[in-house]
């Protein structure tokens, strides 16, 4: 693709009054062998969908989307992508006043971003616990010293594990030391929190079984008139990983190096580009033609799988329970059940769909003397609809 786009770029910028040369016979080789994969693979997008936009700012009224955001599953707020992690952080924080344990945890594995040093220290402390549980008797399972090399190697390097330690009933104490004149500090639990083991069992199993607090994509739902601009995106900054002088520098590259390409250019080299094409992008915007012309759009992560935009797709029908088929430009049939990210179909950075209703369960609704619909989308989207 990227080779096929410094081409176009270089005969627009060169236009030939001579003859045939060499040259313009390994251009048109290398065209007809794009081609020839694209046709293969049947990726071949509209155009306009699969095109680097010079990257605009965020505001411009005529982007497709205002921006990259998400959502905080703690608080529900809308987020920009350079306020996710602060906000995140201030909503566990402010989690401490009504239910410590619970925000501990999260402290321990949302703010830790080494998975591996959490899951060890996360495994230790479930130990302590254990033994605790299994040994309710012994006085020496219900202290912990605080500078013993375990603790420090494994748990006092984790953002969160004082602040469980301290909710779940343990406190601080100086204790003397056998063999050792000054006392140490220790976690003593309290005798209260031994009295319910019960609880001591539950805060260890949410202890292990947490996962990191993690913004969520907001899809940014849209619903449009019929249009036809349809298929054309102008997508800001956030869509790229590349700023816009990274890809200015990395079209200028492509176009100064196709010759050498045209001519050098082995399958592996191929798949390596097409790799390296697949991460320049994190997110996609995707829109949905249906058949009354209306368009539906939708922000997704580019390594999402297929499945996600059936499942928002399906979200919006008003007869959810009837089938229906997506194809991609050239009338590639996306599968729900196939594993497959949109960076591996080619739909990214954007892409114009084309929704169909299974055909054969149509056939057979009619056949039984009813009718679909004659409105696809849900009453409560189509009274929003937007221009595009």
């Known amino acids: ?52 936009p010079e990257p605009k700012e965020e ?10 955001y998400f959502t905080c599953p703690l608080t529900g707020a809308i987020l920009r992508k350079d306020q996710r992690d602060a906000r995140i952080r201030e909503a566990i924080l402010s989690h401490f006043s009504t239910d410590p344990v619970a925000a ?8 830790n971003k080494d998975r591996d040093r959490v899951k060890l220290g996360v495994d230790t402390i479930a130990k302590y616990l254990d033994n605790i549980h299994l040994h309710p008797e012994e006085e ?11 603790f420090q190697e494994r748990i006092n390097c984790l953002e969160g594990t004082h602040e469980f330690f301290e909710a779940i009933g343990f406190q601080k104490a100086l204790l003397p030391v056998p063999d050792q004149e000054n006392p140490e500090e220790f976690y003593v639990l309290s005798e209260a929190a031994l009295a319910q083991p019960q609880s001591l069992e539950r805060h260890k199993e949410q202890l292990l079984h947490a996962e990191p607090v993690r913004a969520t994509l907001a899809r940014q739902r849209r619903v449009f008139r019929p249009s ?4 054309q995106f102008d997508l800001p900054a956030d ?10 520098r990395e079209q200028k590259l492509c176009s100064e190096a196709v010759e050498r390409l045209s001519v050098l250019r082995t399958k592996a080299m191929r798949e390596r580009e097409e790799q390296r094409e697949m991460r320049k992008y994190t997110y996609t915007l995707l829109r949905v033609r249906f058949p009354d012309g209306c368009l539906l759009q939708g922000t997704f992560y580019a390594r999402e799988r297929v499945a996600a935009l059936y499942r928002f797709v399906r979200e919006t029908l008003q007869s959810d329970w009837l089938p229906f088929e997506l194809l991609a430009s050239g009338g590639q049939k996306l599968s ?18 084309t929704f169909s209703w299974d055909a054969a369960v149509l056939e057979d609704i009619r056949a039984a003397g009813a009718k679909p619909d004659t409105s696809i989308l849900k009453p409560e ?6 221009k595009l």
């Open 239 to 248: 869509f790229f990983n590349l700023t816009a002088e990274e890809i200015k």
């Open 59 to 68: 505001g411009s009224a005529h982007l497709a989307v205002p921006g990259v």
């Open 381 to 386: 989207l189509l009274s929003a609809i937007e």
């Open 104 to 111: 501990s945890i999260m402290k321990i594995h949302t703010f």
């Open 1 to 52: 693709m990227a080779a096929a786009a410094a081409l176009a770029r270089l005969e627009q910028k060169q236009p030939r009054a001579r003859g045939p040369t060499s040259q313009d016979s390994i251009r048109n080789q290398v065209r007809k062998e794009l081609q020839a994969e694209a046709t293969v693979s049947g990726s071949q997008e509209a155009p306009g969908t699969n095109t680097v």
């Open 228 to 231: 036809p601009l349809a298929s």
């Open 140 to 150: 020496k399972y219900r202290k912990i010293k605080l500078q013993n090399k375990v």
């Open 336 to 353: 729900e059940d196939e594993n497959l990210a949109f960076n591996e179909c080619g739909l990214v950075p954007s892409a114009l769909l």
